[in-house]
């Protein structure tokens, strides 16, 4: 079993950027992401990256938003920038054991492991 841990999250002013982090405590080989959960909604999808670099966005965060990671320190970043209120969300490191060619990985349930998530709050 794989653990995530996030970090990272904040108050910050529209306009602004916040930095994400997600550290795995082993290694997995599939794609990693982020999904976010605002109060009263449904988890959504943020931004996905293989292995490989390879990455997807969601389209309410592309341009403004940035996925990377580090295969060797098994950690995922999210850079967001250009924030806007309607980003504030609690934010989730997922993580993929392998990767499986039939899934996007834009879906919760294509997803092994998951952290316990960041606070990310823009204000006006």
């Known amino acids: 079993q794989v653990q995530l841990v996030e970090s990272g999250g904040g108050l910050v002013q529209a306009g602004g950027s916040l930095r994400l982090s997600c550290v795995g405590s082993g290694r997995t080989y599939g794609p990693m992401g982020w999904f976010r959960q605002a109060p009263g909604k449904e988890r959504e999808f943020v931004a996905a990256v293989q292995w490989s670099g390879s990455s997807n966005y969601a389209a309410s965060v592309k341009g403004r938003f940035t996925i990377s990671r580090d295969n060797a320190k098994n950690t995922v970043y999210l850079q967001m920038n250009s924030l806007k209120p309607e980003d504030t969300s609690v934010y989730y490191c997922?993580?993929?054991?392998?990767?499986?060619?039939?899934?996007?990985?834009?879906?919760?349930?294509?997803?092994?492991?998951w952290g316990q998530g960041t606070q990310v709050t823009v204000s006006s």
């Open positions: 997922t993580a993929a054991r392998l990767y499986n060619s039939r899934f996007d990985y834009m879906r919760e349930s294509e997803y092994d492991y």
